[in-house]
């Protein structure tokens, strides 16, 4: 008897054996056959998309490059205008622009002009998109040798992006790199954040690796009784400085320099957050940070962590295709399911109170966690 583990041998929806459907009889026949023709093709096209994507990131890279988004935003424009702006030969614009309405990110009127489509007028309203598509060269660079990226034999560039992943010296110039990245791309996460999470009741809310403070200015906004403490390395914490004077929140809010890896975590809080921080660091760190929050809070205090996440058993394409290569180029970090989050926690000594259905995963996704006595 074949076993379900068998090479080839694994029997998939509809009962056809993938040895089967491997073969080229089997393919030739099913592209002509009537009642499954157009699951071929489309299986077809899905496979193509997937050997594509490479070529999809790059062009809508070159677009973000040559800031075509923004050049159309002010109206549609000719193949000579554009060309002529981004100092690009015209038979050569004339591939990328054919590409990218293809991949539905521009329109064309008749060939002739060139204009937003609903994705890149939708892409130029989500703050911080395309800094953060950018940066994906480095990324990019990464993946280049595949293989070697999983065995663990490239020298990834991305660490260096995020230089507090190994607790070395760090220039204030690049923290406010990184931190900068952040805060553009924190207004989508707080908005679902605040929409998964109940931060009415909490007193004094301590963001640990609060950045530059996006974060709780959101929080601070939403809800104006709160008292706010940030904590993050001395290069960062204090550029939350102007950012709450702006937001006119300095008489409630309170910063506070230090490393969760070397010192303690302030006590006065009656809640914590930690907002995209455990998916940079490995189990060891989580552990130790997760200890340390439940020392600096008061019996029955709570934890909100918020970050991208791995759908677990049901592995997902944010999680674990995107997030999961990103924080593997990080070295130290990756991406933890809510159940191997939960886990982490419950050994720390909370309990998980609510772990709710995220809006949309590729932002973020909850959990909330109430500290228990001491046994
Ligand atoms: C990915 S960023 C997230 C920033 C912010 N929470 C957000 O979501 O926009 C991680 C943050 O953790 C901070 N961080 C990293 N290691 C730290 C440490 N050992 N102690 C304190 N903060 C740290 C970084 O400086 C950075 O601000």
């Known amino acids: 008897m074949r076993g379900e583990h068998e090479a080839g041998a694994w029997y998939g929806i509809g009962g056809w054996s993938n040895r089967l459907i491997a073969s080229r009889r089997f393919q030739k026949w099913a592209a002509k056959n009537f009642l499954t023709r157009r699951m071929v093709r489309r299986e077809g096209a899905a496979l193509f998309d997937l050997l594509a994507g490479f070529c999809h990131s790059q062009i809508l890279m070159a677009l973000v490059q040559f800031d075509i988004f923004n050049l159309l935003l002010k109206g549609p424009k000719t193949l000579e205008e554009l060309a002529e702006i981004c100092r690009v030969p015209p038979d050569r614009m004339a591939i990328l622009l054919r590409a990218a309405v293809a991949l539905k990110l521009l329109r064309s009127q008749r060939g002739e002009r060139f204009a937003l489509s609903k994705t890149s007028a939708a892409l130029l309203g989500v703050p911080g998109l395309s800094d953060m598509i950018r940066h994906h060269d480095v990324l990019y660079r990464d993946l280049r040798d595949p293989a070697a990226f999983f065995r663990g034999d490239t020298q990834t560039e991305l660490a260096d992006f995020w230089p507090y992943v190994f607790g070395g010296e760090m220039e204030p110039q690049t923290a406010k790199t990184y931190s900068d990245l952040m805060a553009r791309s924190q207004e989508l996460v707080a908005e679902d954040t605040l929409r998964s999470l109940d931060l009415s009741t ?121 997030f999961a290569l990103y924080t593997l180029a990080m070295r130290t970090g990756k991406t933890r399911s809510i159940q191997e989050i939960s886990s982490l926690c419950r050994q720390a000594g909370f309990e998980v109170t609510k772990t709710p259905k995220p809006a949309r995963p590729f932002v973020t996704r909850c959990l909330e966690a109430h500290k228990l006595a001491p046994l």
């Not at 303690?264 to 455990?278: E, M, N, Q, T, Y």
């Open 202 to 322: 909490v007193d004094t809310l301590l963001d640990v690796g609060g950045g530059s403070g996006a974060f709780l200015k959101q929080v601070g906004q939403a809800h104006p009784h709160v008292k706010l403490m940030l904590f993050d390395l001395e290069q960062v914490a204090p550029t939350a400085a102007p950012r709450f004077a702006a937001a006119g929140m300095d008489d409630r809010a309170q910063i506070a320099c230090g490393s969760f890896k070397t010192d303690l975590i302030p006590k006065g809080a009656d809640s914590i957050s930690l907002i995209r921080v455990l998916y940079d660091h490995t189990d060891e760190t989580v552990t130790m940070l997760l200890a340390k929050c439940w020392d600096s809070l008061p019996v029955g205090g709570r934890l909100f962590i918020s970050e991208p996440m791995s759908g677990g058993a049901r592995p997902e394409p944010a999680g674990d295709v995107y």
